[in-house]
Every structure is written in C-alpha cells, then in structure tokens.
Nanobody
C-alpha cells in the first residue's frame, strides 16, 4: 500500500505562486503513474497534471503554461508548482498514484486564491 501525504496549500493572491508536495511512502522510481487532481467546492474532481513512465508529463489545458511538475527521488516526493494563480484554481488538490491494479489518494491540500 502506498501512503501519500500532501502539503503546501494555503491562501495566495491572484497572480501568486505555491508549491504543493506529495510525499510517497515508497520510492517513486517504482511508481509508474502519479498525478494531481483538484476538486472545487460543488464540482467534480478533475485531473490537473500527471507524471508517467519515462518522465512524461501532461497538463490540463486550463493550467498549461502556469503549472509544472518536478520530483525528488531522494525524498520520494513529487511537486506541483502553481504559478500565476487565478481564482478558478481554488480547490482541494489531491495526489494520486496508480500502481498495478491499485490506486491511492492523498488526503488533499486546500488552495485558496483570493485578494
């Protein structure tokens, strides 16, 4: 079982930046697929960004050019770097792992974008 712990959320003004962290309980080198989802109040949970085998990344159209992914294999952590934040980016952000037939979710971290 993979345990995921997110951190880094908070309150930021429009145009600001945050870095979200997802720390895994095992080496991320062995995890073929990791992703970040977000869920705004009253809305469905949507895929924001993913990191697949070979370091292939994908981003939702709404965040392309503003969000990036990075990772630290020593810390077993994947980061979602949020830049030029907009009010519509406000949501609970969840880390997701798919390994074999199993999927795992973190507990989520709240991002609030407000002036």
């Amino acid at each position: 079982q993979v345990q995921l712990v997110e951190s880094g959320g908070g309150l930021v003004q429009p145009g600001g930046s945050l870095r979200l962290s997802c720390a895994a309980s095992e080496t991320i080198i062995n995890i073929p697929f990791m992703a970040w989802y977000r869920q705004a109040s009253g809305k469905q949970r949507d895929l924001v960004a993913s990191l697949g085998t070979g370091g292939i990344t994908n981003f939702a159209d709404s965040v392309k050019g503003r969000f990036t992914l990075s990772s630290d294999n020593v810390k077993n952590t994947v980061y979602l770097n949020l830049n030029d934040l907009k009010p519509e980016d406000a949501a609970v952000y969840y880390c997701y792992v798919r390994k074999g037939l199993s999927v795992y979710w973190g507990q989520g971290t709240q991002v609030t974008v407000s002036s």
